[in-house]
């Protein structure tokens, strides 16, 4: 009797040391979630009074049928986040497996490799944006000559310019994916890269066959967690484009439902990767 | 017998060989290893040119600006700059908003967040698992979802206009990717031995005292990666301090940004010398991420340590 309520007792010492979050996510996750959906089926009328007029699934139509920027905004979004997230994933990979090797300066680039975190995507990052830092790293970073554009005609250099610029964008996002990788890479014992070189494998043969699978769980975090920073970026078109629509035009139940429906896609997404992810990932051990 | 030279010749032949292969593979090797060093530093100049932009920038005279024959030192420091920068962003008031906004919710999720994870790493009970995936859960949620609710609910309490709504969440193990802080410090702790707890326990500490005395010494990496990665979230966020902070003298620095830009842009668009703010604006602007530079740089070696130490990746 008593050995049960000491196990009883124990369990509920895990839901007191839960409890702070449970009440966290019931206050500001679980109700207005719910109440964002419920405003998301209404007309809301008066921002002081705040009369609700129950309108169906007009707002969810609206989005589709008579919103001629939602739609298009979405699918950028999407395309951004399908181009930039492979490239993001590849580029981090790479620098991590180049700074994983004992080297002299392996701490300073360490470390300089995580700065562009700390600038965010914020205000600062607009601030450098307007002065035109992003075109200009690339080019001084290639050490592309000012005067090669001038060969280049104005079209396709300005094409060059926003590669460039777009492709630095994806540079300064890749900080903590590299040290997701990194982590990963020192957990890989090194045994195994010496039993395979005396089995004659080369450094491609290594690359595929040992790093690449037993790196894979980060890949596959990585990958949720690229997706997820992109998706909920408050400085993305689709975000900005619903606190527009919800702040400044006031169309609150508008709002709630295209918030809603963009958080649908990104859950859904979400599952996919993570079904799609269960045959390509290896797991060394049990699990 | 006949065979006997032939092979001999061949041993020697195929002795040879390798040499010569071995030889040309360590030249091979040392090209190979400047190519990776010049590759790195050449990337690395792409991470770190914002930060020289800035401050390269920043302390030019409005004739080097406009010489673009000065790429990188300009003729003379222009430092008053940094000083209408300082003028433009008020930014000892600023700073102790962005200061008190930052600290308060980084302690609040360092807290909640291991206390939390505590819970979820060591105890066993029911739906403990479906509970933890809810958490993550909250992580996919975007921010503009539940920001109307939010508003309305926060505007009830009374806590518009207050520092309450960025910090108070924190507490609760919620905040900005506070889910987030969970999964770092449940990491860590499921990999820490068990043999530590019952040993305690048998001295009869109760789990509270285990967790804090006994567990939280034995955090330090998860600490440094939560304390750093919260600290430059927060201070860099925009969007919810925007919308729940209304009276100018409770902004934070960064929401300063636009309208020191905005002011420059006026004053020199009546001058017609638009370009000339552009030192002022990059001051500013280093001004506002200087201190997380500081931090970073104090942490540095902790923190991508700690990233390894915490088991994230397992």
Redesign the interface.
């Known amino acids: 009797m008593k050995r049960l309520g000491l196990e009883r007792r124990k369990m509920l010492a895990g839901y007191v040391y839960i409890a702070p979050w449970l009440v966290g996510f019931v206050l500001f996750m679980v109700y207005p979630l719910v109440y964002s959906l419920w405003i998301s089926f209404h007309d809301v009328e008066g921002v002081g009074s705040f009369r609700l007029k129950y309108v169906g699934f007009l707002n969810y139509k609206h989005a589709f049928v008579l919103d001629p920027q939602f739609v298009p905004l979405f699918f950028s979004v999407i395309q951004d986040t399908v181009i930039n997230t492979p490239l993001i994933i590849v580029f981090s990979l790479i620098i991590a497996i180049l700074l994983n090797r004992n080297m002299k300066g392996r701490a300073f680039f360490r470390a300089a490799f995580f700065l562009p975190v700390l600038i965010g995507s914020g205000m600062v990052l607009q601030q450098l944006l307007y002065a035109g830092v992003g075109q200009k790293t690339l080019v001084n970073g290639i050490g592309l000559p000012q005067s090669a554009f001038l060969y280049m005609g104005p079209t396709f250099s300005q094409m060059v310019f926003d590669l460039l610029s777009r492709l630095t964008l994806i540079f300064w996002k890749t900080g903590v994916q590299i040290l997701l990788f990194l982590a990963g890479l020192q957990g890989i014992s090194p045994s195994l890269y010496e039993s395979s070189k005396c089995d004659g494998a080369t450094e491609w043969e290594m690359f595929w066959k040992i790093t690449l699978p037993l790196i894979s769980p980060v890949i596959l975090l990585n990958l949720v967690y690229t997706l997820v920073d992109s998706f909920t970026d408050v400085t993305n078109r689709i975000m900005l484009y619903i606190r527009n629509v919800g702040f400044v035009k006031i169309e609150l139940g508008y709002a709630a439902a295209l918030g809603w429906m963009y958080f649908a896609f990104i859950f859904a997404l979400i599952v996919i990767v993570f079904a799609a992810s269960k045959r390509l990932i290896f797991y060394s051990g049990e699990r | 017998m006949k065979a006997a030279p032939q092979s001999h010749r061949l041993l020697r032949f195929m002795r040879l060989g390798l040499s010569r292969l071995t030889s040309r593979s360590r030249w091979f090797g040392f090209l190979y290893?400047i190519f990776?060093?010049f590759?790195?530093i050449?990337?690395?100049?792409?991470?770190?040119?914002?930060?020289i932009?800035?401050v390269t920038?920043s302390l030019k005279t409005p004739p080097d600006l406009l010489d673009f024959t000065i790429k990188w030192i300009p003729t003379s420091m222009a430092w008053q700059n940094y000083a209408y920068g300082i003028v433009g962003l008020k930014y000892g008031e600023h700073f102790w908003n962005s200061a008190q906004t930052s600290a308060f919710s980084v302690i609040g999720q360092v807290l909640?967040c291991s206390?939390?994870a505590?819970?979820?790493a060591r105890?066993?009970?029911?739906g403990?698992e479906t509970?933890f995936m809810?958490?993550m859960?909250?992580?996919?949620?975007?921010?503009?979802?539940?920001?109307?609710?939010?508003f309305?609910?926060y505007k009830a309490m009374g806590w518009m206009d207050t520092f309450a709504p960025i910090v108070v969440?924190s507490?609760?193990?919620?905040g900005l990717r506070?889910a987030l802080f969970?999964f770092i410090f449940r990491q860590l702790f499921r990999n820490l031995p068990w043999e530590l707890e019952d040993a305690a326990r048998v001295d009869g500490c109760g789990?509270f005292r285990v967790?804090w005395k006994i567990i939280m010494p034995l955090t330090t990496p998860a600490v440094v990666v939560t304390v750093l990665l919260s600290l430059?979230?927060h201070w860099?966020?925009?969007?919810e301090p925007n919308?729940y902070l209304t009276s100018q003298d409770k902004y934070t620095l960064?929401?300063m940004?636009?309208r020191l830009?905005e002011s420059l842009n006026e004053t020199s668009a009546t001058h017609g010398m638009e370009t000339f703010g552009?030192p002022t604006?990059?001051a500013?602007?280093f001004l506002?991420?200087a201190p997380?530079?500081l931090v970073?740089l104090f942490l540095?070696?902790y923190?991508?340590q700690g990233?390894?130490r915490t088991g994230?990746?397992?």
Do not use: C, H
Not at chain 2, 123 to 126: L, R, S, T, Y
Not at chain 2, 137 to 150: A, C, E, G, M, R
Not at chain 2, 236 to 239: R, T
């Open positions: 290893r990776v060093y590759l790195l050449d990337l690395s100049f792409v991470f770190l040119y914002p930060f932009y800035m920038t909640a206390f939390v505590y819970g979820f105890i066993k009970f029911p403990r509970l809810l958490a859960f909250t992580l996919l949620v975007p921010p503009q979802t539940v920001i109307i609710p939010l309305i609910q969440p507490f609760f193990a919620g506070g969970i789990s967790y430059v979230w860099n966020d925009y969007f919308i960064p929401m940004l636009p830009y552009l604006v990059m500013a602007t506002v991420i997380l530079l970073y540095q070696k923190f991508i990233v390894e994230l990746v397992e």
